[in-house]
Structure formats: structure tokens, C-alpha cells
């Protein structure tokens, strides 16, 4: 595992996002996933920040989002898809051709499934997956229990995530399945970013890192990847730091 380690969350942002200008400079048609959450919205603004002063071109990009809250769309305040759209796809200017998303509103789900795994398969492995994760050490919404073998799925959200969940919603939401790529497509992934930040997150980022690999704790899984860059700020590091 490579850990990058900053002062601040700022400093975190600025390095995961030239991480990714850096990829699409090498590789201007990569094939990249992006995640929501609070966890990358400093990147995206440092993305834009580039994009505005001509230092990237993400024209021939192809985007995958990583998961989405069963039943919510791209026009629901909270969801995944309303959150890339507002902050990295509108501003930087992709154009609907060149993002692929799961419809978490369809009436066939695993069709849904089906056709981002599909997608994956022909124009994949995804060159970069940039990560958040859970305090209770998921990715996307591969829940504590999942089979390391899975590709794209539907899941029951774990408590913690229903939880913690809220924090992106202005009204209570009742919040019960997420649709997800699986662990196999971020261990088929080139490159693997994950980010954290925040006090918060440091128990999850030490099992990560330290404790055995298992689904308990979906994130230990990256252990076994060849590629995989954790970027942290200080606080989400603490405890391996603690412990060293
Ligand atoms: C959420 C999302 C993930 C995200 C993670 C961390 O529930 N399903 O895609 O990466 O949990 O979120 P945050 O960055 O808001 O802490």
C-alpha cells in the first residue's frame, strides 16, 4: 500500500487531484470512477480550478459513477449523481456521452447492474478509481459482509451507512438499498485512490491499513492491490500513526 500523508485536507485535495490530471495527461480517453460524499469535494473544486486555467482537458474522458441511493436520481438534492453533476461534470463541462451512471430508479435493478458491469468489461479496467471511505470501512456501497467477488450489485445499507447517510440530505430520508460497482472491478482497477480525511474516519483507515484483510471491513481488501494510494490528512492518519 503507498500512503501520502498531508497537514491538511486542502493539501490532500490538491494532491489527489493532480493525481488524476496527471493520468489524464498520460491518457487522455482513461476511463475513470468517481465517487460523491463530502470526501472529494475539495478535488473536484481543485479539478475545475484546472480545467478553467487550461492545465487538463477532460474531453475525451469516460466516466462510471461508483454508487448511487436506491430510488434517487440526478434530480434529488442528496444523491450521488446530483452531487458529481453539480460539482465536477456541469463545471467541467462533460458532455452526457461521455458519463455512465446507474439508474438507481429503474424497475430492473440488476439490468442496471448488467449494464455498467457490461460496460466495464468491454472498455475496462478502469484506469483510476478515486474512493471515500465509510466509517464503518466501506467502498461505494460495498457493505461490511460483502463477497470480495462481486462485481456490480444491489445491497440493504448497513445501519451505520443509513446513519451517517443524512448528513447529505436537508430533510430526514429514509434510506434503505444502494446500487454499487463491486470490490472486483476496484481490484481490477489500474489504479486505486482512496481518500479520507477527518478524525472520523482514522479508526476505519487503521483497519484499513493494518487489520487483517476481510469483509468486515470492506476496505482492508485494497491491501492486496498491486496499485492502491491512500491519501490522508493528518487527522484520518492519527491512529496509524499512533500505532507505529
Ligand atoms: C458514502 C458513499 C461512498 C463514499 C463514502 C464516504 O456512503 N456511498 O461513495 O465514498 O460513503 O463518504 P464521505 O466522503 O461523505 O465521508
Redesign the pocket.
Known amino acids: 500500500m503507498n500512503l501520502h500523508v498531508f497537514e491538511s485536507y486542502e493539501e490532500m485535495s490538491v494532491n489527489v487531484a493532480q493525481c488524476i490530471i496527471d493520468l489524464v495527461k498520460e491518457k487522455p480517453d482513461a476511463l475513470i470512477c468517481l ?5 472529494p469535494l475539495g478535488t473536484y473544486r481543485e479539478l475545475v480550478k484546472a480545467v478553467q486555467e487550461g492545465r487538463v482537458d477532460f474531453s475525451r474522458v469516460t466516466f462510471v459513477g ?2 448511487e441511493f436506491v430510488g434517487l436520481g440526478r434530480e434529488d438534492e442528496g444523491s ?1 449523481q446530483h452531487f458529481l453533476f453539480t460539482e465536477v461534470y456541469g463545471p467541467l463541462g462533460i458532455k452526457e456521452s461521455q458519463i455512465h451512471l446507474f439508474d438507481a430508479k429503474a424497475s430492473d435493478l440488476q439490468a442496471e447492474c448488467r449494464r455498467i458491469d457490461e460496460l466495464l468489461f468491454r472498455r475496462g479496467p478502469l484506469d483510476l478509481i478515486l ?4 466509517v464503518n470501512g ?1 467502498l ?2 460495498n457493505e461490511p459482509g460483502v463477497s470480495f467477488d462481486s462485481y456490480c450489485h444491489v445491497v440493504d445499507l448497513d445501519e451505520v ?1 443509513k446513519t451517517v ?1 443524512q448528513k447529505y440530505f436537508k430533510e430526514p430520508k429514509q434510506l434503505s438499498q ?1 446500487i454499487t460497482l463491486g470490490i472486483k472491478h476496484m481490484l481490477e482497477a489500474r489504479k486505486v485512490v482512496l481518500a479520507a480525511n477527518g478524525p472520523q474516519k482514522a479508526e476505519a483507515v487503521y483497519q484499513a491499513l493494518r487489520g487483517e484483510v476481510t469483509p468486515s471491513l470492506p476496505a482492508s481488501v485494497l491491501q492486496t492491490h498491486p496499485n492502491a494510494h491512500f491519501y490522508l490528512d493528518k487527522a484520518a492518519y492519527a491512529k496509524v500513526e499512533e500505532t507505529r
Open positions: 465517487p460523491g460524499g463530502s470526501t461508483l454508487d450521488c474512493l471515500g471511505i465509510g466501506h461505494g456501497f451507512t447517510g444502494g
